[in-house]
């Protein structure tokens, strides 16, 4: 399993992002893809969940009406859109391919990127 995160970088307080996962070595088909993050000292979050078909998503009450998860399974890509972004959104933000969608399952099963990282100057 291979998860390749790209998009991250520094943002103005208010602005977007657009964080890109490009997943291989599995049926991509086949795994909930989800995002993860986490800030200095603190333990890693979960964010941001789609299941296999594209139909379910779910999202921390921290993003949620702010941030869109999506899938395009043609281009075996998870995608993560980041809109009003403020500096509490500073992290490393980890894609993750799991059996699963509940955050819990995810954190325990899944494969995960290595990071990138998002930074918001307020």
């Known amino acids: 399993v291979r998860l390749v995160e790209s998009g991250g970088g520094l943002v103005q307080a208010g602005g977007s992002l657009n964080l890109s996962c490009v997943a291989s070595?599995?049926?991509?088909?086949?795994?909930?893809m989800g995002w993860f993050r986490q800030a200095p000292g603190t333990e890693r979050e979960f964010v941001a969940a789609?299941?296999?078909?594209?139909?379910?998503?779910y999202y921390s009450d921290a993003v949620k009406g702010r941030f869109s998860i999506s899938r395009d399974d043609a281009k075996n890509t998870a995608t993560l859109q980041m809109n009003r972004l403020n500096a509490d959104d500073t992290a490393v933000y980890y894609c993750n391919a799991a059996d699963a969608t509940t955050a819990p399952d995810m954190l325990e099963r899944g494969s995960w990127g290595q990071g990138i990282l998002v930074t918001v100057s307020s």
């Open positions: 789609i299941n296999w078909s594209g139909t379910r998503t």
């Open positions: 070595g599995f049926r991509f088909t086949s795994r909930a």
